[in-house]
Nanobody
Framework: VQLVESGGGLVQPGGSLRLSCAASGFTFSMSAMSWARQAPGKGLEWMSGIFSDGRTYYADSMKGRFTISRDNAENTVYLQMNSLKPEDTAVYYC?????????WGQGTQVTVSS
């Protein structure tokens, strides 16, 4: 199982980013996928998930500014992030619920700062 996140970087407050997570080594189309983040000095915070059939779910604090989606043809899950705030600064991870259990990527850094 390999999960490779990309799309992070430095963005100004109010800006947007779209994170991608390219998956391989398992049956992506049949797997639920998730995004979580870890801010400096804090624990891992689950954000959003998407089932194999495209149904989505979000933590209450993530509703409104974040949108998860997937492209089964490209084996990729996305996280669209809008109206970013400094408190969104974190390492963002994607996860896959595979037959072998939940697997995590290495993460991509997002820094929101002027």
């Amino acid at each position: 199982v390999q999960l490779v996140e990309s799309g992070g970087g430095l963005v100004q407050p109010g800006g947007s980013l779209r994170l991608s997570c390219a998956a391989s080594g398992f049956t992506f189309s049949m797997s639920a996928m998730s995004w979580a983040r870890q801010a400096p000095g804090k624990g891992l915070e689950w954000m959003s998930g998407i089932f194999s059939d495209g149904r989505t779910y979000y933590a209450d604090s993530m509703k409104g500014r974040f949108t998860i989606s997937r492209d089964n043809a490209e084996n990729t899950v996305y996280l669209q992030m809008n109206s970013l705030k400094p408190e969104d600064t974190a390492v963002y991870y994607c996860a896959a619920d595979t037959r072998m259990g939940r697997r995590w990527g290495q993460g991509t850094q997002v820094t929101v700062s002027s």
